[in-house]
Each structure stands twice: as structure tokens, then as C-alpha cells.
């Protein structure tokens, strides 16, 4: 229903081809985000693997998509915004099905790459400060600000730089599926975001690494939510040996968020998108989210029979 809401039309007249079916659509869009495609090479992957037509419903004889019709569909959802009713009515469906236990929820981030822009440090300087540098929106100009990512962010971890955005995620700690996400830009820190993905009515107990600790966290979760983030040692402060204990079998729990990323990055192909924009970034991030978990639930339904 949702779909159709976005995509209903009145006929204009008898005339003229009929649209692609948005179900068939979106399926494409499933199909690119599994296998880490591009609009040019969906069209041709569809035309060329048999898998795909019968994935999508297509014979040998049927017109397929073309790359500008896939990213047309791409931008109507976009700008309708029904991804997230997409993705958190899927997730009700695992709910209703015992998959989603809510006997536990497990939160991370990760860092999801860009293509990397070579702007001067007054034009980067500008951008940080949420402004459009100068020069940019000029008449021999006017397509500069369309193909520059003024949303994305530089920052850098362990020694390792990163341009782009970050995927911050609750997963269920015993099925390992997303059930809620969020996206920022790349600088914003982990434990910013925890307040926006803890449910106190759903949620009984949290499991994270030290880089959620803090007071603020502490009155974030609130008496109703037990914590089991990761104690962090400091100078003349060490751990306890009871601690140590107390982290690692933390730590066995928290891990089992590490393979929602690392299926992502190995299984779907790496975790960068080509976009521009944090609207754009918000759905492709959601598009793989929404992905893994498909793939989770394969796997889940297998195992169960």
C-alpha cells in the first residue's frame, strides 16, 4: 500500500507504454544492493542472467528497465521517504514470526565510504560550517553544487581516514537482525546517536563497546534498561579482575554485531555507496540494511526447517 500511494497515477489517455510494475521495481533495487551494482549494470545483468528474469518475473522476449528508468524509481522513493515504513514494517513481520526475541539489543556504528571529494581547506572550511562555499553557485558554476557531497564527512579512526557517512544500528543479540538504524555523517560520534535508537518500552537490556560509556549514557538507559557496554580502564584507574571477567563475557555477546558488518562488507560487496546527498545516503544505507536482513531471515528460515 505504501508503494502505491507513491507511485499511483491517472491515466492520461490510452496511449503510451504502461509503467514497470513498483513491486518488479523495487525488487531490482534489491537486487543491486545484495550484489553491489550499478543502474548501467542492472539493466545489463537483468538482460543476461537468467536468475535475475526469473528473480524479477521477465522472459527472454521482455522489455527490461533501462538504467535511467531504475534511477528515476530510485528518486521517487526518495523524495517520498517511505523507506524507513518499508524496513520497520518488515522488521514487524520478523517480530511476528518469534524471530526478533527482544531478549537483548546490541548497538555499533560503522563507517560507510563515499567517493572522496578534492576541494581547497576554505571550500572544506565552508562546507563543515554548513555553508556553500563561495564561487560554487555562480552562472558558469551551476552544476558544481549538484555533483559535490556538501552532507558528507571527513574523520579518522585508528590511524585510518574516512569520507562519508556512518550506519549506526541496534541489532537483536540473538538473531543478529537489524532492528533499528540511523544515519549521520561520518564524524558524528557513536554514543550521540544511542538516544535515538534505545526504545525504553522495548529494550530491557543494552550490550556496546566502552565507546557508549559515560553519564550521559548511563541516564540515557535509565533504571528500566540493564547495561552491559563494556567498562574502559583509565590512568591510575585500571580494571578490576572482576571487571576483566564482567568485559570479556560482554565482549562475546557484542561481537555478534561485527558480523552484521562484516556480511556486508564481504557477502554485499563492500560497505561504500556512490551517491550524493544525505538523503540519498539515508536511503542507500537503508537499502542495506533492509538487505541484510532479507538475507538474515533466508538463513533463519533454513535453519529452522
Aim: hydrophobic content about 30%.
Amino acid at each position: 500500500p505504501k508503494l502505491t500511494k507513491v507511485f499511483k497515477k491517472e491515466s492520461k489517455g490510452p496511449g503510451g507504454r504502461p509503467p514497470y510494475d513498483y513491486i518488479v521495481m523495487f525488487k531490482i533495487l534489491i537486487l543491486q544492493r545484495l550484489y553491489g551494482i550499478s543502474d548501467a549494470q542492472a539493466e545489463y545483468q537483468i538482460k543476461d542472467r537468467l536468475s535475475f528474469m526469473r528473480f524479477l518475473g521477465f522472459s527472454l522476449c521482455d522489455t527490461v528497465p533501462d538504467e535511467k528508468t531504475i534511477w528515476l524509481y530510485r528518486e521517487r522513493l526518495i523524495q517520498a521517504k517511505v523507506l524507513d515504513t518499508i524496513f520497520y514494517r518488515f522488521t514487524k513481520q520478523l517480530e511476528d514470526k518469534g524471530l526478533i526475541t527482544r531478549t537483548g539489543s546490541i548497538v555499533d556504528a560503522s563507517f560507510v565510504d563515499v567517493p572522496r571529494q578534492r576541494n581547497s581547506r576554505e571550500e572544506n572550511e565552508s562546507i563543515k560550517n554548513g555553508e556553500t562555499p563561495k564561487g560554487w553557485e555562480e552562472e558558469g558554476n551551476k552544476h558544481k553544487v549538484s555533483q559535490k557531497d556538501i552532507d558528507a564527512r571527513w574523520t579518522k579512526k585508528n590511524d585510518e581516514t574516512h569520507y562519508g557517512y556512518k550506519n549506526h544500528v541496534k541489532a537483536d543479540k540473538d538473531s543478529k537482525l537489524i532492528v533499528k538504524y540511523e544515519v549521520t555523517s561520518a564524524e558524528v560520534h557513536d554514543s550521540q546517536v544511542l538516544a535515538d535508537l534505545v526504545e525504553p518500552k522495548k529494550d530491557n537490556v543494552i550490550y556496546a563497546d566502552s565507546a557508549y560509556k559515560g553519564e550521559k549514557i548511563e541516564s540515557c538507559l535509565g533504571n528500566n534498561i540493564e547495561n552491559q557496554i563494556i567498562e574502559k580502564g583509565f590512568r591510575n584507574k585500571p580494571l578490576t579482575e572482576d571487571q576483566k571477567v564482567q568485559n570479556k563475557r560482554k565482549s562475546s555477546i557484542r561481537v555478534r554485531v561485527e558480523h552484521i558488518f562484516g556480511f556486508m562488507t564481504n557477502s554485499m560487496k563492500g560497505m561504500s555507496i556512490r551517491c550524493i546527498g544525505l538523503e540519498r545516503a539515508k536511503f542507500a544505507i537503508g537499502m542495506m540494511n533492509l538487505v541484510y536482513n532479507m538475507s538474515r531471515y533466508g538463513y533463519l528460515a533454513s535453519a529452522q526447517t
